[in-house]
C-alpha cells in the first residue's frame, strides 16, 4: 500500500488528535473549534469555509479526523468527501448537518461514500453553543475515531495534558479502557443449540455501512424467516431514512418501528430517533414498543434495553449482534443474553471503524465468536437455519 506523504508524517505523530472544522458559518467554526480545543487531547489545526479550501489544507497540515459541513459555497461536503479521502485514505470525516430529510438522504450517501460518522447539528449557533449533547457528540467522536485511527496506524495515542504539556504513551501503554481490552483475552462461551427466534443488532459509528454489507450478504445467501431488530445510534429523521435505504438493500419489507407493533417474521424493525426500542408480550404475540426513558450509555435510541427486553421475551432463542460502535453500549445487554442461555457474536476490531461496542461485549465475556465484518451474515444464517 503506498501512503501519502501527509499520512506518513501523520502515522509518526503523537500528541493532541488533529482536527480540521469545515463550514461555510465562521460562528459555527468558532463555537465547534472552542467546544473541540476545551478538550486536551484535541487540537484544531485548520478552519476552513468551503470543501475545496479543505482539500487544499491536506497539504498544508497534518489532519487526522474532519468535521465536514454538507451545504457549503464552491464545494459542498458531498463533493469534497472522495477529493479528501483519495489524499488521505485513512482520514476519518465526520458529516455534521441539521436534521432535515434532504441533509439525511445526503449523510446516508456520505456515509456509503466512505464517511465514519455523522453528526446532527443544531439549526442556530445559539443552540450549538447551548447544547451539551451536542459539545458531548462532537468531542466524544472525534476521539474515539481519532483513536481508532492511531491504534490501526500503529501511532501514539492522545492522553491529557499535564502542566499544559500533552502527556504521551505508545498505544500498548495507554492507561485507557479501550487499552486494557486489547491487553486482555477474549473468552468465548458455546453458542446456544436451539434455533434463534429472534435476530438482535445493536451498532453505532460506522454502523450504517456494516448493517449494508451484512443485510446484503445475508440477502445473497437467502433470507432467514426470523424477524431482525436493530438499533443504530442515530438522530430523528436520519434513522427513517436509514430504514429506507436497508430495505433496498435487504430486499425484504424494512421500517422504522412504531410503538405497538407486533413483530413479524421475515421483516426488519429500525429503533426511531430519540425512542428506546423494546419487546414485550402481550397474550401469545411479541410487540414492539418505544418509550423516551433516560438515554442510556449516553444515547437513545440504546442497545442495551433492546438486548435485556429480547433476553427476557425470548430466553434462549435469540441470536444478538453487535456492531461496530463507540463506547460500550450492548455489552451488559449482551451479557443478559448470554446467562439467558441466547447467543452473541461481536464485529472483529480490524474491520470496526471503531472496537467500543464489540470490544466491551468480547471483553465481559458473552461472546460465543468474534468475527471480521465479511463473516457474519454467513454465522446469521447458519444459526437461523438449525433444524
Not at 95 to 102: P, W
Not at 283 to 309: H, Y
Not at 326 to 346: N, R
Request: glycine fraction near 10%; charged fraction near 20%; charge should be neutral.
Amino acid at each position: 500500500m503506498t501512503i501519502t506523504t501527509s499520512e506518513a508524517t501523520s502515522h509518526t505523530l503523537g500528541g493532541p488528535i488533529r482536527v480540521m472544522v469545515v463550514d461555510d458559518s465562521a460562528v459555527v467554526r468558532g463555537l465547534e473549534t472552542r467546544m473541540l480545543e476545551e478538550d486536551p487531547a484535541i487540537q484544531v489545526v485548520a478552519s476552513v469555509g468551503n470543501g475545496q479550501m479543505a482539500v487544499q489544507a491536506l497539504d498544508r497540515h497534518d489532519i487526522e479526523v474532519v468535521i465536514l459541513d454538507i451545504e457549503m459555497p464552491v464545494m459542498d461536503g458531498l463533493t469534497a468527501l472522495p477529493e479528501l479521502l483519495r489524499k488521505s485514505p485513512n482520514l476519518k470525516v465526520i458529516m455534521a448537518s441539521t436534521l432535515t430529510l434532504r441533509n439525511a438522504e445526503v449523510t446516508l450517501k456520505a456515509l456509503q461514500m466512505g464517511a465514519s460518522e455523522c453528526l446532527a447539528k443544531p439549526t442556530t449557533s445559539r443552540e450549538i453553543s447551548g447544547g451539551t449533547d451536542f459539545r458531548h457528540d462532537l468531542v466524544e467522536k472525534v476521539k474515539a475515531l481519532g483513536g481508532a485511527r492511531r491504534r490501526a496506524l500503529g501511532r501514539a495515542a492522545p492522553t491529557a495534558r499535564a502542566g499544559g504539556a500533552v502527556v504521551e504513551r505508545k498505544v500498548g501503554a495507554l492507561p485507557s479502557l479501550m487499552a486494557q481490552r486489547a491487553q486482555q483475552p477474549i473468552s468465548l462461551r458455546p453458542a446456544a443449540e436451539e434455533r434463534p427466534d429472534i435476530i438482535a443488532i445493536g451498532s453505532s459509528t460506522g454502523g450504517p455501512q456494516a448493517l449494508f454489507t451484512v443485510f446484503g450478504d445475508m440477502r445473497k445467501g437467502g433470507w432467514p424467516s426470523q424477524p431482525i431488530v436493530v438499533t443504530q445510534h442515530m438522530p430523528a429523521t436520519f434513522t427513517t431514512i436509514l430504514a429506507g435505504h436497508i430495505e433496498r438493500v435487504a430486499g425484504v419489507p424494512t421500517a422504522e418501528a412504531k410503538d405497538g407493533d407486533p413483530i413479524r417474521g421475515g421483516h426488519i424493525y429500525i429503533a426511531p430517533g430519540d425512542y428506546h426500542m423494546v419487546v414485550e408480550t402481550r397474550g401469545t404475540e411479541k410487540i414492539l414498543r418505544l418509550n423516551q426513558d433516560p438515554p442510556e450509555s449516553f444515547c437513545r435510541p440504546a442497545v442495551d434495553p433492546l438486548f435485556r427486553s429480547v433476553a427476557k421475551a425470548y430466553g434462549r432463542r435469540v441470536l444478538a449482534v453487535v456492531l461496530t460502535g463507540m463506547g460500550a453500549d450492548g455489552s451488559k445487554g449482551g451479557k443478559i443474553i448470554a446467562e439467558s442461555g441466547g447467543t452473541v457474536i461481536a464485529q472483529d476490531e480490524p474491520s470496526s471503524v471503531v472496537w467500543g461496542m464489540p470490544g466491551a461485549t468480547a471483553q465481559i465475556g458473552a461472546c460465543s465468536a468474534v468475527l471480521p465484518l465479511k463473516d457474519i451474515a454467513a454465522y446469521v444464517l447458519r444459526s437461523a437455519n438449525k433444524r
